[in-house]
Each structure stands twice: as C-alpha cells, then as structure tokens.
C-alpha cells in the first residue's frame, strides 16, 4: 500500500511517496490534479509491481500531457530498477537524485547512499566508497555500474 503526503511550495506540488505500488494505486485519486511543476520525492518506495508501473506511466504520463514539469527526487533503489527496465518510466521527467546500495566491508551490512545525478555524471559513474557509520570501515558499490545507472548513461 503507497502512501501519499503532499505539500504545496509555490507553484510546485511535493509529493513524498511511501510503501509499495501495487494493484490497488489510484494516484489519480490518491495524487490529484497535477500542479505545474510537481516535485516527487521516491525515498520511501519499497517496491512496485507490474500493475503498479502501469498506474504509474498512466498518472504521470497524464500529467506531463498537461504541460506539468515531473522532477523526481531521492529515487529508491526499486524505483531505479524500474527507470533501468522501462524507458519511458519517468514520462519525460527530470531524475535529480537516487539512492545507491552500498555493503560495509566492516560487517557486511547494506546501506544507501543518496547522490545527485548531477555529480554520479561528472564522476564518470565512478562511485567513491562511502563510511560506514556502524563499523567506521569503508562501504563499497554494491551492483554494476553499468547495469544501475544504466537509465542516466542512454
């Protein structure tokens, strides 16, 4: 079940989605009209099944359609998965942040890492280590670069 909170910040809609997109999404509901710019914020996306991408593309696509400007922020490692397997994922929107798994080389444990992709392009993709905070240890890039960023390199 995805859980909408939404905040009105000048002209823009912020939408900060959490849970899991599934069968029953009605974001045309749970959303409302699209405002001219809409900011969404994906952090808390945990998961999105077939049925769920479809009322995705559907609401979205609408709302671009309509002129609206679509940035998507703190996009989860789910929703990443899914701008790498449909092209059209984010309907002509902006992606300015993601998510990046990590794995403490201190304990194993797995962490995030939020970057803009901004500075993912002008790092050439090349993911520096990142501090583990439970260990103090270094964390490393836990996927393929060319397999999860590979929606930013097309």
Do not use: H
């Amino acid at each position: 079940m995805i859980n909408i909170a939404k905040e009105q910040k000048g002209t823009a809609l912020v939408v900060r989605m959490t849970g899991s997109i599934e069968e029953n999404v009605n974001l045309d509901q749970l959303i409302g009209v699209p405002a001219p710019q809409m900011i969404i914020n994906c952090k808390g996306v945990s998961r999105i099944n077939s049925v769920g991408v479809k009322g995705w593309i559907k609401y979205f696509q609408g709302a671009q359609a309509k002129g609206t400007q679509l940035i998507f922020q703190e996009c989860s490692p789910a929703i990443v998965e899914q701008m790498n397997l449909i092209s059209n994922f984010t309907c002509g929107g902006t992606v300015e942040s993601i998510f990046v798994p990590f794995v403490s080389e201190g304990d194993g444990g797995e962490l995030l890492g939020l970057f803009k992709v901004e500075d993912l392009k002008k790092m050439n993709f090349q993911v520096p280590p990142l501090k583990c905070p439970r260990t103090g240890k270094p964390a490393v890039f836990d996927d393929i670069p060319e397999e999860y960023f590979g929606f930013l390199m097309r």
